[in-house]
């Protein structure tokens, strides 16, 4: 099974940080990467920028059409309002499906500001110790993952370890 996950970091580089650790335990089979994108929001700006991680995970399994459509349900529908709204309401009903949610919607639009930056990633055959090692200090917090209830409190646990440094 695929799991979706979302971590914040607390600088618009940092997501591109761990990226660089994603990608070093792909190439050492500690992880699957399906998919993925990243947002950062440079100190300043209007709004973020994203890009889906093709060099990681070839077409994607998502494809750019689904991340698209969550970035835009969740960093611009605020500016476009009402006129917009009804059509992604239907839209962000089947997100649903994969575990995104409006709760999942509002607390990333909350959370990743400018200054910050943030990593989606859809992934499977995770080996939990590798990773959690490889990640265990990065400064970020998990904003969301399907994971089970006590594999997804073993990733908080990881990086609030960065905190307590």
């Given at each position: ?25 792909q ?5 699957v990467?399906?998919?993925g994108?990243?947002v ?21 399994a ?7 459509l ?9 500016i ?25 919607i ?9 200054g ?27 904003l969301h ?21």
């Open positions: 099974m695929a799991t979706l996950t979302a971590v914040k970091f607390p600088k618009a580089t940092g997501a591109d940080e761990a990226l660089e650790i994603l990608e070093r335990l190439r050492e089979g500690s992880i990467v399906h998919d994108a990243i950062s929001w440079e100190e300043g700006a209007k709004k973020p920028k994203t890009r889906q991680l093709n060099n990681l995970t070839g077409s994607g998502l494809g750019g059409g689904f991340w698209g969550l970035f835009g349900l969740i960093f611009f529908i605020p476009l309002g009402l006129l917009v709204g009804a059509a992604m309401g239907a839209a962000a009903a089947s997100m649903a499906d994969v575990g995104i949610d409006d709760d999942f509002k607390e990333v639009r909350e959370k990743v500001t400018p910050t930056s943030a990593l989606f990633a859809l992934t499977s055959d995770g080996v939990r110790d590798k990773v959690a090692e490889a990640f265990r200090g990065v400064d970020a917090e998990l993952t399907n994971l089970s209830t006590e594999q997804e409190a073993q990733l908080r646990e990881v990086f609030s370890d960065a905190h307590a440094v």
